[in-house]
């Protein structure tokens, strides 16, 4: 007679291990899909100060340098012709990525007027919002003088990750945002 008792706990032992071996890898790759994650989502956060701040950085130089130069050859005085140059660069540079834009405001009351262009289409009708609204939080911030950045809702009401900072030099309370949306920086990783 054949005895296959010895067979079965082989291959129950065979079965556990590859169990084993499965769970330890999942484990193992997603420990580092998750440490990836945040080493890409900081170097983002890094990206967007960096670019937001270079901006500011321009913009100020450039009303320093309308203020001392032309403050009486412009309609509406420096500030203005400072901010249409801005207005006019943003809206030639587009965007980067594939959801990354730049967006000037500026706080008209209880309200947020948007004065760049907005890279996605049918966002035009809102150009102005309410101050107190849950959308535009970045901005919000930005026009409250404060610089960082943060995960929140945009002018269209998207969740994005975006990097803020009030504009110093124009004293009308103005504030620049560079955003890129969060199913951007999630898809790479989603994918995997």
Do not use: C
Not at 38 to 44: H, P, T, Y
Not at 52 to 66: C, K, L, R
Not at 154 to 179: H, N, S, T
Request: charged share 20%; aromatic share 8%.
């Amino acid at each position: 007679m054949f005895d296959n008792t010895g067979s079965k706990d082989q291959r129950r032992i065979l079965w556990v291990a590859i169990a084993l071996m499965v769970a330890v890898s999942t484990i193992v790759l997603s420990i580092t899909l998750w440490m990836l994650y945040k080493a890409n989502f900081q170097q983002r956060v890094e990206d967007l100060r960096a670019m937001v701040e270079a901006q500011v950085s321009i913009i100020d130089s450039v009303a320093i340098f309308d203020r001392q130069h032309s403050a009486g050859d412009v309609e509406g005085g420096s500030e203005n012709a400072t901010l249409q140059q801005v207005i006019d660069g943003l809206s030639q540079l587009g965007g980067f990525g594939e959801s990354g834009e730049f967006v000037l405001g500026r706080r008209r009351g209880d309200q947020i007027e948007f004065l760049s262009e907005f890279r996605f289409p049918g966002s035009a009708t809102r150009r102005i919002v309410p101050f107190s609204t849950g959308a535009a939080a970045p901005m919000r911030r930005a026009l409250n003088k404060e610089s960082g950045w943060m995960i929140g809702a945009d002018y269209r009401g998207e969740q994005v990750l975006a990097a803020f900072e009030p504009i110093g030099e124009l004293r009308m309370g103005v504030g620049l945002v560079a955003k890129v949306d969060m199913a951007e920086v999630r898809a790479p990783f989603m994918q995997v």
